[in-house]
């Protein structure tokens, strides 16, 4: 492994599922600091090596597994970023972070990310350690649930610390919102990566690292990094967010925001749920949580262990947080703690992303409340809000793309298409990928996220310019979402310096998310995405008035979004028809972006 310039060489193992050949690919060098690496460097691989137009699920279509500058060295510096074309919505990017432990373990193998390619024959599954890739049979893990699969990769290796990535059922199955797993519980999910994984025949990916990560300056890195431990140390004690993430984990969001009349509560009609009492991160401490987990390093501990200990799924280890539950519990109106963090473990263990499996199963309730769905199209399952069972047993067809499951499999927009019946003004995605657990008729920034956001409807993209700055770099240094709010920038960059060498300044920190933002927005709008027709919300969000809560008779008025959209198009450096600018685009360094945009534009 390169030892000089610090550890962040992008270093990218390649493997051909196709050949069975590896080897490593050579970046420009000016990619680090232009793109940093995760979030950024993986928008600019799609752009340079995906042809225009290629399916997400086809041969050649990559999945681009990568760490950061700062994986394996600042606290939680856990996370690896999944880049990819998105088969959930067909013409966005597509990127997914997951934490734990298995970026670190990769980085210990002497690289800095993965780039697969190619379809497998048979089902296979990847070993990596500092030797270089093995390429192993996969047969006897194929139909098995990510958990068994983690289980008998480190029982075939004889190594407990394995660390493994794994698709479920569903990814072989190639429903368009499945996930990649890993350490029982945490989620690559958004986009639909694990049908990526699916269409090549990868199973999983393990890897087992021996090698000492080199420092540009060792004694200031460390210094840096103590810093940074420092104040997540000290954030627990005066910030009220790590010490509700330290006690009960995300799923005591739904308390706050309930409140505020964002929560999605029966498929978006409302944001107010009377049932957060019985089923929020209060009755999940008092009934089921045992103990706390962290991700590599962290000191905030925010996954929070548990055990059913009553009623049918009694037994069952369970570790819910807001994103697995937010679309589930109240989106469906399961109020009961023990059902909700059962059903997410089941979505877990099959390999389903959990936010739009809840998004998706709301959507089908509310059509079989409208009569759009009977019991003939279900197979004879009632479909009832708050009846765990009867979503249970659609789940099931969903996993083995069964009648009403294999439609429901293909994602809300696909299923509102066949259904109709009026169903597209209530199937709540954009560009189709669903919405996850907030509603956003009370909360217009939350609506315009959802329609601006590269991946589609997900509230990861940020609230705000700012917010969006800091998601872009802390998904390219790859830190922790959630530490980016208890750790000033400055302090990223503090460590940024002796780890890497660079002599990178706080002047940078937008320009290089500007950069990373409009990469990908341009990588969309090259895949077939038209903004005026794409970055939309559906019809509930402006026509559907709230009816409970403090915020009751909210609605976001289509002419207010309309002009919030256009105020972010052009503060980012679009055109009024959200297409980047060439002079943004060349201001930024995209020149490689000039001509299809300007293509684009072309009536």
């Not at 002497?110 to 070993?127: H, Q």
């Not at 308390?255 to 929560?263: A, C, R, T």
Request: hydrophobic share 40%; proline share 6%; net charge negative.
């Amino acid at each position: 492994m390169p030892t000089e310039g610090g550890p962040f060489t992008h270093r990218i193992l390649e493997i051909d599922l196709t050949t069975g050949v590896s080897s490593t690919l050579d970046l420009p060098a000016e990619w680090s600091r232009e793109f940093i690496g995760g979030r950024g460097l993986g928008a600019r691989l799609l752009w340079e090596r995906h042809a225009p137009g290629l399916d997400p699920l086809a041969p050649e279509a990559g999945m681009y597994l990568l760490t950061g500058p700062l994986t394996g060295v600042v606290p939680a510096g856990a996370h690896v970023v999944l880049m990819f074309k998105s088969p959930a919505t067909g013409t966005t990017i597509g990127h997914a972070v997951t934490g734990a432990n298995w970026g670190p373990e990769l980085r210990a193998c002497g690289y800095d990310g993965v780039a697969v390619v190619g379809r497998s024959p048979r089902p296979v599954y990847v070993l990596i350690t500092a030797e270089g890739p093995q390429i192993r049979d996969a047969g006897h893990l194929w139909g098995r649930t990510t958990f068994d699969t983690e289980r008998l990769v480190k029982d075939e290796l004889r190594d407990p610390s394995v660390r493994v990535l794994s698709i479920g059922p569903a990814g072989e199955r190639l429903v368009k919102f499945a996930s990649v797993q890993q350490e029982l519980f945490r989620s690559a999910a958004r986009g639909g990566p694990g049908a990526v994984w699916g269409s090549k025949n990868l199973k999983a990916v393990a890897v087992r690292g021996n090698l000492p990560l080199p420092l540009a300056q060792p004694v200031r890195a460390l210094e840096a990094r103590r810093a940074v431990e420092r104040a997540l140390l000290e954030s627990r004690s005066h910030m009220r967010r790590p010490y509700y993430l330290s006690r009960w984990g995300s799923t005591i969001s739904m308390v706050p925001h309930s409140d505020v009349g964002e929560l999605d509560v029966r498929n978006y009609r409302e944001g107010t749920w009377d049932g957060v009492g019985r089923a929020g991160g209060l009755a999940y401490e008092l009934r089921v949580r045992s103990r706390s987990r962290s991700c590599f390093t962290c000191p905030i501990g925010c996954m929070q262990l548990g055990m059913v200990r009553t009623g049918p799924y009694a037994g069952k280890l369970v570790n819910p947080d807001f994103d697995s539950t937010g679309t589930i519990g109240p989106g469906c109106l399961i109020d009961d703690v023990e059902a909700q963090s059962y059903l997410s473990r089941w979505g877990d263990e099959h390999g389903f992303d959990d936010a739009s499996l809840g998004n998706v199963t709301g959507f089908a309730i509310e059509c079989f409340e409208r009569g759009l769905l009977t019991t003939t199209d279900t197979g004879g399952i009632e479909l009832r809000w708050g009846d765990a069972g009867a979503v249970l047993a659609l789940w099931e067809k969903i996993l083995r793309r069964e009648g009403i499951g294999d439609v429901l499999a293909e994602g809300v927009r696909h299923a509102a298409s066949v259904i109709g019946g009026g169903s597209e003004s209530f199937a709540m995605h954009v560009k189709g990928l669903e919405f996850a657990g907030y509603t956003p008729q009370a909360h217009p920034d939350r609506g315009l996220q959802y329609a601006i956001g590269d991946r589609g409807g997900c509230h990861h993209y940020g609230l705000s310019p700012v917010e969006q700055d800091h998601r872009a770099w802390a998904d390219s240094l790859l830190v922790c979402s959630w530490h980016r709010r208890m750790v000033a920038p400055d302090l990223y960059l503090n460590l940024l310096r002796p780890v890497t060498g660079w002599d990178v300044g706080s002047d940078e920190w937008t320009p290089v998310a500007s950069r990373i933002l409009l990469a990908a927005r341009a990588y969309n709008i090259r895949e077939g995405t038209v903004p005026l027709l794409d970055d939309v919300l559906p019809e509930r969000v402006h026509s559907e008035p709230l009816t409970v809560g403090t915020r009751a008779g909210s609605v976001y008025p289509r002419d207010d979004f309309v002009t919030d959209r256009a105020s972010w198009y052009q503060d980012r450096g679009c055109d009024a028809a959200g297409i980047p600018t060439t002079e943004r685009l060349a201001e930024l360094g995209l020149d490689f972006a000039i001509s299809a945009m300007e293509t684009a534009r072309t009536p």
